[in-house]
T-cell receptor, first 115, second 116 residues
Framework: DSGVTQTPKHLITATGQRVTLRCSPR?????VYWYQQSLDQGLQFLIH???????AKGNILERFSAQQFPDLHSELNLSSLELGDSALYFC??????????????FGEGSWLTVV | AQKITQTQPGMFVQEKEAVTLDCTYD???????LFWYKQPSSGEMIFLIY??????QNATEGRYSLNFQKARKSANLVISASQLGDSAMYFC?????????????FGKGTKLTVNP
């Protein structure tokens, strides 16, 4: 158990809909990262938050948004869903940002299927 | 730009034998970290081992060791005494800095199959 909790574990929804994925980082970790893993794109970095502040954006679509709340949990919102958004979405956390130290632990992922 | 290359799409090993999974990286940052993760068919991403760029010794964690050759920019994972449960995808990743923040850049992975 990595200590990173993601909900829901599985989600099936229709095209055009909106979903919210939730992540609770490891106790004490201030950094939260979101990743998308699909068969054709591999693991893609989406966005990074540190202590409530957005720090970096990767290949995140405009239809997607995220935030980190004062209690440090984070949510990834996916809207106007398309078939191609079907993927495994990971949240990861670490205790700091920057530098070469500190392990990054991943949650078990949220499987999203868009039909 | 930072990049991770894993040249072995698939590897096979006999149970109880050792196996090396290759990883090369490219970065211009003097400070970086290298990670290996295991992803079984169930999907979770399990942290295995970490090596910092300034670490003098190669990292070890149980049956996992990281063969870090800085000059060659390689960070190979060695699994000793393979077990059937080691069958999984293995990803090499590098902590990359980006405007004061950081992210993990992943390789495409190596699928390891352990045969009985």
């Amino acid at each position: 158990d990595s200590g990173v909790t993601q909900t829901p574990k599985h989600l099936i929804t229709a095209t055009g809909q909106r979903v919210t994925l939730r992540c609770s980082p490891r106790s004490g970790d201030l950094s939260v990262y979101w990743y998308q893993q699909s068969l054709d794109q591999g693991l893609q970095f989406l966005i990074h938050y540190y202590n409530g502040e957005e720090r970096a954006k990767g290949n995140i679509l405009e239809r997607f948004s995220a935030q980190q709340f004062p209690d440090l949990h984070s949510e990834l919102n996916l809207s106007s869903l398309e078939l191609g958004d079907s993927a495994l979405y990971f949240c990861a956390s670490s205790s700091t940002t920057g530098g070469s130290g500190n392990t990054i632990y991943f949650g078990e992922g949220s499987w999203l299927t868009v039909v | 730009a930072q990049k991770i290359t894993q040249t072995q799409p698939g590897m096979f090993v006999q149970e109880k034998e050792a196996v090396t999974l290759d990883c090369t990286y490219d970065t211009s940052d003097p400070s970086y970290g290298l990670f290996w993760y295991k992803q079984p068919s169930s999907g979770e991403m399990i942290f295995l081992i970490y090596q910092g760029s300034y670490d003098q010794q190669n990292a070890t964690e149980g049956r996992y060791s990281l063969n870090f050759q800085k000059a060659r920019k390689s960070a190979n994972l060695v699994i000793s005494a393979s077990q059937l449960g080691d069958s999984a995808m293995y990803f090499c990743a590098m902590r990359a800095t980006q405007g004061g923040s950081e992210k993990l850049v992943f390789g495409k992975g190596t699928k390891l199959t352990v045969n009985p």
